[in-house]
């Protein structure tokens, strides 16, 4: 690696982005906030694309193909953002050149893509991540902790939806299959990956979709069942707007904690509602994730100990079993 010391003794590591669309932006701008992320290089099929980029985030370098970026023997980290459909491609790359990559949600189209950028990850011994940047923001760490202290009881039931409106448009990363178009894994992978990192792996799914002409899942509504009654209610879609709320359910007492009221977790305890405020810090909340890369590079992991490959591993297989109920099929991906 050829990571930096900045002026506290801290290694300075080198990202690279790769796909210059609207989620690098966002993730670029928080990336700025970490004084031991350096932003290098940015990537871009189309070389003015990717100077225009690098020059609005402050980036130094700017490669005109994925490929000449992954040659730069000064990049430590790639940040993946491109269309679902080319997780995959575009993590086996950067891995073959030795990069550490933190690759956007979801981790790739269905588990045997998983399984073959895990496996390049262990082969050549360089550290691979999903960007599930949810799991990393404090408001969220702290629900969990929440939860797992039990005051409440049991987690019996969850609600947890994500929902906006898109516009038909055929050619649009939501809606096109060749990019991966559908709402379960542009957003429903969201309450899929909260009642996952809650309750575990379900024992059975129930899922109904409605599709849209394009055969993308356009609404989409999924009921995990757990051993003991436990169960987990989700929705995502692009038909309508949503509070996207997620409510965990407890034998004494619920907890809600909201995608637009950001930062701000209801507890109800009988019939007392308290509201606690917790501080994401600037940005938006890409930063966190972010820096535990960082962290685990400086520990000389090839995983996190966070968000583990297993975990990602059971997050795409039940994708995989969430779309077989649903008759979801991306012809180029599936056998
Ligand atoms: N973590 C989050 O909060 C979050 C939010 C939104 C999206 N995402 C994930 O991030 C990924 C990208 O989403 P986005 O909304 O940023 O998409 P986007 O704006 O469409 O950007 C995707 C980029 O991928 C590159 N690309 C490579 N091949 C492409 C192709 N054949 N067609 C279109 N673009 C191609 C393009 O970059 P160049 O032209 O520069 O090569 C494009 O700008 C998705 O997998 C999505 O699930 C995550």
Same mark, same amino acid.
């Given at each position: ?25 966002? !993730? ?13 290089? &940015? ?38 953002? $491109? ?31 998983? /399984? ?6 262990q082969e050549n011994n360089v550290f691979l991540m999903e960007a599930f940047w949810t799991r990393f923001i ?45 709402? /379960?894994?542009? @957003?429903?992978?969201?309450? +899929?990956? +909260?009642?996952l990192i809650t309750l575990g792996k379900p024992e059975n799914i129930v899922a109904k979709a409605m599709f849209?002409? &394009? ?22 879609? !692009? ?6 709320? $997620? ?15 950001? #930062?701000?977790?209801? +507890? ?20 966190? *994730? ?12 090839? #995983?996190?100990?966070?968000? &583990?490959? &297993? !975990?990602?591993?059971?997050? @795409? *297989? $039940? ?17």
């Amino acid at each position: 690696m050829q990571s930096l010391l900045n002026y506290k003794g801290m290694k300075k590591y080198n990202w690279g982005i790769l796909g210059c669309g609207k989620i690098a932006g966002k !993730f670029s701008s928080d990336l700025v906030l970490l004084e031991n992320a350096n932003l290098y290089a &940015t990537a871009s099929r189309d070389q003015l694309k990717a100077q225009s980029f690098a020059q609005e985030f402050g980036f130094e370098k700017a490669y005109g193909s994925y490929e000449a970026m992954l040659k730069d023997e000064k990049v430590d980290i790639v940040y993946i953002a $491109t269309p679902h459909t080319f997780h995959a491609k575009h993590a086996l790359l950067s891995l073959a050149n030795y990069k550490a990559v933190l690759c956007e949600k979801p981790f790739a189209m269905n588990k045997k893509e998983v /399984l073959s950028m895990i496996a390049k990850a262990q082969e050549n011994n360089v550290f691979l991540m999903e960007a599930f940047w949810t799991r990393f923001i404090p408001s969220f760490q702290k629900v969990l902790e929440m939860i797992n202290t039990k005051d409440l009881g049991t987690v019996k039931m969850i609600q947890s939806d994500f929902m906006f409106h898109a516009p038909f448009n055929p050619e649009s990363r939501l809606y096109n299959m060749n990019l991966g178009g559908g709402s /379960l894994l542009d @957003i429903g992978i969201y309450p +899929v990956f +909260v009642a996952l990192i809650t309750l575990g792996k379900p024992e059975n799914i129930v899922a109904k979709a409605m599709f849209s002409s &394009t055969g993308s899942d356009e609404h989409l509504e999924i009921k995990l069942e757990y051993p003991a009654g436990k169960v987990a209610y989700l929705k995502s879609g !692009f038909m309508c707007n949503s509070f996207n709320d $997620t409510i965990f359910h407890f034998e004494r007492g619920a907890i809600r904690i909201s995608r637009e009221l950001n #930062e701000t977790i209801y +507890v109800k305890t009988n019939k007392n509602i308290e509201k606690l405020k917790v501080d994401d810090g600037l940005g938006n909340g890409y930063q966190f *994730e972010a820096s535990h890369v960082m962290d685990c590079l400086d520990k000389h992991l090839i #995983e996190s100990p966070i968000l &583990t490959h &297993t !975990f990602s591993l059971q997050l @795409i *297989e $039940t994708l995989d079993a969430i779309r077989k109920e649903i008759g979801l099929v991306y012809s180029n991906h599936d056998e």
